[in-house]
């Protein structure tokens, strides 16, 4: 589909899309993908800032294990936004609870996504209780036949 489709056009070519199968799977794809990457950036954050007890408020160097598994520049992405964790919540960046969220919602969908392809019914099946001549059913008698044996 073109990118540069104004008007008419523009509606017409969407429900080509949506009719065609190849292409909505295709959309669907990318979207995951990009879903995916996300989500890997709103963890490495999450766990970065998690990581906030492992410094103290007025660091400036970051650890010498931190510089070693992440590189330099890592590092100190990572003490930032580790410091910025030791800040209140409202003096505090929003890229955390952003993150946060993110990834709730994530977790969500995902779980229902996997729920509603598991074939699952939502279905309540209510049978009157056996009445047997011990226990008649209430406010219903059913006939009994003699059958020659």
Known sequence: MKANIK????VHAIKAEASDPALR?????RLEEME???FERAAA???AGLSFYEIKQDQEEPPADWVAQYGRVGA??????AKS???PASQSP???QLAS????????ARGTRVKATQNNLNVVISLPAPATAEHPAQGQQFPVKEIDT
């Open 85 to 87: 964790q030791w800040l």
């Open 101 to 108: 969220r993110f990834l709730t919602g994530s977790m969500r």
């Open 36 to 38: 995916n990457q996300l």
């Open 25 to 29: 799977e295709e959309r669907l794809a």
């Open 7 to 10: 008007g008419w056009h523009a």
């Open 94 to 96: 929003g890229g955390m």
């Open 45 to 47: 954050l999450m766990e």
């Open 76 to 81: 100190e992405q990572r003490l930032a936004i």
